[in-house]
Each structure stands twice: as structure tokens, then as C-alpha cells.
């Protein structure tokens, strides 16, 4: 596989990480951090083969 | 093995210990509670596990997937995007607990190790993106009767959860041994299956069906941490693809999805051709 120019390779790294900080930003804000520690606190049947 | 792979395991085994730190809930049959179970570790680490004290982002996906409404993860995907750009797939050869287990069984004598890639390798690797399809998708299209979904891979497939979570807890509680059924016993065959495996075949689960590998071995390429080799240096040997134990072809692609980082290529190389960091 051809490897990125040097200048692409940061570009996209660039985009990829801005993305990145603002969908973790957007995902708080949206209260997804609490979806998560409601689900994770108590023990998940499925992930254990139960439920 | 040499010293920088003796660090590579420390590394390893220190980042298992720290982010499975609860004692109590080994001893106990309970789970951590804390709030820094809203935090996802890197790597797969069952956030039912009593010692984890953080989340699996596999499982912490499939949890905002399943609620009602939410048909995309902003918190999930944007964490997986900074840790796949910081680390690649660093994360599956430093962080990650299930890869140090299969990596130590791959240790055990085993009859025959197969070393070169079979004709079929390409497939069997593109399984793992065929399981991420799987776990982002089935939570949304399969809605229960209140409207959410499940964690159809942690339910069906993932060998951490049953090894991490589901024996310890089966174990400690005769409650939750008492509803083990069919589901259990599927899980439990998947899970010895893998781990039967990887006395033959370096990390099979990571190499054919994990699908946070496939998503750190989509940013391989483009992940601030990367490989180069200086063109100068290599003789062109191929010691370093012969070496590598998840069959890349390093020469070709120092930064191929497949190279999950661990160095071993560059310990092998005579002329140190092949240099590794944040520099490019």
C-alpha cells in the first residue's frame, strides 16, 4: 500500500483528532458518561452469559 | 527475551493490574461502583470483571447503542478515535489484558506453530471488521419491546466478559450459577476455543475477531505513534516480516493494520533500520 505524504498524514491526523476531542465533548454533554457508569456499576447478565 | 520485550510485558502486566485494582470485588463476588466506571480503559477489560475499576469501551458502546434514542455514540467513538490516534493499535500490544493472556498461553509447548501467513489469512482477518459491523449495528436494529437494545457482542461473543466477569462472579455467587444456562455454556465453548488456540497461533482473537483491534487497525496508519524504517539501513534482509508474529509485512508497511506495535521486529533488525515514536 502507498504510504501518505508527510503533509497528508498530518492533515489527516489533525481532522481525525479535532474530531475526536469534539465528539467525546459532544458525548458528555449529551449525558452519555452517565448512560455508561449507570450500565457499568451493576453486573451486565449479557456480558457475563446470563441475560 | 530480550530486555525490550521483558519491558513491553511489564508494561503489560502493570496496566492489567492497575485497571483491574479492586481486590475486594475478587474476594467479595461484588463489582467496583465507583464513578470511574464512566472512564474506558483502552483495551478490552470487562466492566462486569469484580476487580476492573473502569469501563471496556466495547461494552460501554453497545451501552449507549442500547438505550432507546441513541443511534450514535459521541463519547465512545470519540475516545476510540484520540486513543486509536495517540496509540494505534499500541494499545492492543501495551494495554491490553486479553492480548497479555494470549500472549503468555502462546508461550505453552504446543505440536506445530504455524509461522508462515496461510493462503486464507486475508479473510480470517477481515472477520474482525465483520464483528465491529456486528456490535455497532445490532444493538440499534434489534429493539426490545421498550425500545433499547443489547450488547449483542459482550451477549454472544466476547471471551473477556466470560473469562473476566462471567467465571469469577459464577464462581462467587450461587445466585448467578443457578441462572448459567445455555448462553453460558456457548460463551464458556467460544472462550475455550480462544484460548485453546493461542498455544497454536499468536493472539487468534486479535488477529481474526476483535473488534476494537479492527478500529485501532483502521488508525494504524494515520496514528501519531508510528514505525518508520530509514531506507539507508535496510539491507533488505526481511528478517524483520519474517519475525513479526502477526504475520505483516513490515518491509512493505511499517505501519500496517496488523502490527499491533510490539517491537519485535526491531529487535530483530541488525542494521536498526527500524525506529518507532512520536517524531514524524
Given at each position: 500500500?502507498?504510504?501518505?505524504?508527510?503533509s497528508?498524514?498530518?492533515?489527516?491526523?489533525?481532522?481525525?483528532?479535532?474530531?475526536?476531542?469534539?465528539?467525546?465533548?459532544?458525548?458528555?454533554?449529551?449525558?452519555?458518561?452517565?448512560i455508561?457508569?449507570?450500565?457499568?456499576?451493576?453486573i451486565?447478565?449479557?456480558?457475563?452469559?446470563?441475560? | 527475551?530480550?530486555?525490550?520485550q521483558?519491558?513491553?510485558?511489564?508494561?503489560?502486566?502493570?496496566?492489567?493490574?492497575?485497571?483491574?485494582?479492586?481486590?475486594?470485588?475478587?474476594?467479595?463476588?461484588?463489582?467496583?461502583?465507583?464513578?470511574?466506571?464512566?472512564?474506558?480503559?483502552?483495551?478490552?477489560?470487562?466492566?462486569?470483571?469484580?476487580?476492573?475499576?473502569a469501563?471496556?469501551?466495547?461494552?460501554a458502546?453497545?451501552?449507549?447503542?442500547?438505550?432507546?434514542?441513541?443511534?450514535?455514540?459521541?463519547?465512545?467513538?470519540?475516545?476510540?478515535?484520540?486513543?486509536?490516534?495517540?496509540?494505534?493499535?499500541?494499545?492492543?500490544?501495551?494495554?491490553?489484558p486479553?492480548?497479555?493472556?494470549?500472549?503468555?498461553?502462546?508461550?505453552?509447548?504446543?505440536?506445530?506453530?504455524p509461522?508462515?501467513?496461510?493462503?486464507?489469512?486475508?479473510?480470517?482477518?477481515?472477520?474482525?471488521?465483520?464483528?465491529?459491523?456486528?456490535?455497532?449495528?445490532?444493538p440499534?436494529?434489534?429493539?426490545?419491546?421498550?425500545?433499547?437494545?443489547?450488547?449483542?457482542?459482550?451477549?454472544?461473543?466476547?471471551?473477556?466478559?466470560?473469562?473476566?466477569?462471567?467465571?469469577?462472579?459464577?464462581?462467587l455467587?450461587?445466585?448467578?450459577?443457578?441462572?448459567?444456562?445455555?448462553?453460558?455454556?456457548?460463551?464458556?465453548?467460544?472462550?475455550?476455543?480462544?484460548?485453546?488456540?493461542?498455544?497454536?497461533t499468536?493472539?487468534?482473537?486479535?488477529?481474526?475477531?476483535?473488534?476494537?483491534?479492527?478500529?485501532?487497525?483502521?488508525?494504524?496508519?494515520?496514528?501519531?505513534?508510528?514505525?518508520?524504517?530509514?531506507?539507508?539501513?535496510?539491507?533488505?534482509?526481511?528478517?524483520?516480516?519474517?519475525?513479526?508474529?502477526m504475520?505483516?509485512?513490515?518491509?512493505?508497511?511499517?505501519?500496517?493494520?496488523?502490527?499491533?506495535?510490539?517491537?519485535a521486529?526491531?529487535?530483530?533488525?541488525?542494521?536498526?533500520?527500524?525506529?518507532?515514536?512520536?517524531?514524524?
Amino acid at each position: 500500500m502507498k504510504p501518505l505524504a508527510n503533509s497528508s498524514r498530518k492533515a489527516i491526523q489533525a481532522v481525525l483528532l479535532a474530531t475526536g476531542i469534539l465528539f467525546a465533548g459532544i458525548g458528555v454533554m449529551r449525558g452519555e458518561a452517565g448512560i455508561i457508569l449507570r450500565k457499568a456499576v451493576y453486573i451486565c447478565l449479557e456480558c457475563i452469559g446470563i441475560g | 527475551m530480550d530486555k525490550a520485550q521483558k519491558k513491553r510485558r511489564a508494561i503489560q502486566a502493570g496496566f492489567a493490574a492497575i485497571t483491574n485494582s479492586n481486590v475486594y470485588g475478587l474476594v467479595s463476588g461484588s463489582i467496583y461502583r465507583g464513578k470511574l466506571k464512566a472512564l474506558c480503559v483502552p483495551g478490552l477489560n470487562c466492566y462486569s470483571c469484580p476487580a476492573s475499576v473502569a469501563s471496556c469501551p466495547m461494552g460501554a458502546l453497545q451501552a449507549v447503542l442500547s438505550n432507546a434514542g441513541y443511534y450514535f455514540s459521541f463519547y465512545v467513538y470519540g475516545y476510540l478515535i484520540i486513543a486509536g490516534m495517540l496509540f494505534g493499535r499500541l494499545v492492543c500490544g501495551f494495554l491490553c489484558p486479553f492480548g497479555l493472556l494470549q500472549e503468555l498461553l502462546h508461550k505453552a509447548p504446543a505440536r506445530q506453530k504455524p509461522k508462515e501467513a496461510p493462503k486464507y489469512m486475508k479473510f480470517l482477518r477481515s472477520i474482525k471488521y465483520f464483528v465491529l459491523a456486528f456490535a455497532i449495528i445490532l444493538p440499534i436494529a434489534i429493539p426490545n419491546a421498550a425500545g433499547g437494545g443489547q450488547p449483542w457482542f459482550c451477549k454472544l461473543i466476547c471471551p473477556a466478559g466470560t473469562l473476566q466477569a462471567g467465571i469469577p462472579l459464577l464462581i462467587l455467587n450461587s445466585a448467578l450459577r443457578k441462572a448459567a444456562g445455555f448462553l453460558f455454556s456457548w460463551k464458556l465453548a467460544i472462550l475455550a476455543a480462544t484460548l485453546i488456540l493461542s498455544t497454536a497461533t499468536f493472539r487468534p482473537f486479535c488477529k481474526y475477531a476483535c473488534p476494537l483491534g479492527a478500529i485501532y487497525a483502521m488508525l494504524n496508519k494515520v496514528s501519531l505513534y508510528s514505525y518508520s524504517i530509514d531506507g539507508s539501513l535496510c539491507t533488505n534482509c526481511m528478517e524483520c516480516s519474517r519475525i513479526c508474529p502477526m504475520q505483516a509485512n513490515i518491509r512493505q508497511n511499517p505501519n500496517s493494520a496488523e502490527c499491533i506495535r510490539c517491537g519485535a521486529c526491531k529487535d530483530a533488525c541488525k542494521t536498526k533500520a527500524i525506529s518507532s515514536g512520536y517524531r514524524r
